[in-house]
């Protein structure tokens, strides 16, 4: 399978989609179900990891299915909050081994509804990119300190994207960012945006700021007030007046117009494509393509 990098080079406008694995005790059908109606529309699917007391495992396998059952490139979400270096490197092997090469590195957010807790050795997501590309280079932990910092292992071939967070105060965003990229992350994927001039300002920001990676918009298309209340008081982001007074007055037929509408814009300004939001909802993304195309 492909890594991200290489397919950004080889089209100019991607498709993908996040998905959510099921609870633990969900039959697997489910999702597998929803890969399927996505076989033919999307060019990789993200496949998210929530904090241990989130009760949704099935990372590693979903994203191993999505690419070996269905054929469609996949990535691999993976928090770093709650676990040693040395639980990363096992499980960064396990991803090496089932031929999974692209990863989201991510420090990860406590499970909804519980107290901030911390176990890990990293705070930051920086740390975790930069342990992945040492990988990359052949760079392993040693089983004793008499080895040294790091023993020679073969080379993992991990492709390193990375959360962007265009809803932050830009200086602080800009910081953040160039920890990532300096310690070798090649793709950004951008937290839900609502606004093609929000991506605007953030991608020329970062292209000020000397950082030139390929910046792919998340996009979280709301058709409904529930939706748009879920967003702002689970997420705390800001939804423009435009879409929440339209979706209210027009309902969802507005809320379509308006996301075909972005996508269009966002192509036509060269974005590397769009990343959906959709908390598994494929009708909805294949509703919403149908309209682009």
């Known amino acids: 399978m492909k890594k991200i990098t290489e397919i950004l080079r080889e089209k100019k ?4 989609v996040e998905l959510v694995p099921p609870r633990n005790g969900t039959d697997p059908e489910e999702i597998y179900n929803k890969i399927e109606q996505l076989r033919d529309s999307v060019d990789f699917i993200a496949v998210t990891k929530g904090a241990g007391g989130s009760l949704r495992g099935g990372t590693l396998p979903i994203s191993y299915l999505t690419q070996e059952k269905f054929g469609i490139n996949s990535i691999a979400h993976f928090v770093c909050r709650e676990h040693t270096k040395e639980e990363i490197e096992n499980e960064l092997v396990d991803l090496h081994y089932l031929n999974i090469k692209n990863i989201l590195a991510l420090r990860g957010d406590p499970p909804a509804g519980l107290k901030e807790r911390w176990k890990g050795d990293y705070k930051y997501a920086y740390l975790l990119v930069n342990q992945i590309k040492k990988m990359n280079n052949g760079m392993y932990l040693p089983r004793n300190p008499e080895e040294g910092e790091f023993v020679k292992g073969m080379n993992t071939d991990f492709c390193v994207l990375v959360a962007g967070h265009p809803e932050d105060p ?19 994927i951008t937290q839900m945006i609502f606004s093609f001039d929000d991506y605007k300002k953030y991608v020329e ?3 000020n700021a000397g950082i030139n990676v390929p910046v792919i918009p998340g996009i979280r298309p709301l058709v409904s007030l529930k939706q748009v209340n879920s967003v702002e008081n689970f997420f705390k982001l800001k939804i423009c007046n435009e879409l929440k007074e339209g979706i209210e007055e027009k309902g969802k037929d507005f809320g379509l117009e308006y996301f075909v509408d972005l996508i269009r814009k966002l192509r036509e300004y ?24």
């Open 270 to 293: 060269h974005a590397p494509g769009v990343h959906f939001f959709v908390l598994n909802d494929v009708d909805l993304v294949k509703e919403l393509l149908e309209k682009v195309s």
């Open 170 to 188: 830009i200086e602080e965003e800009l910081k953040h960012i160039r920890k990532k990229i300096d310690a070798g992350a090649e793709v950004i």
């Open 205 to 207: 920001a970062l292209k």
């Open 13 to 16: 406008f991607t498709i993908s």
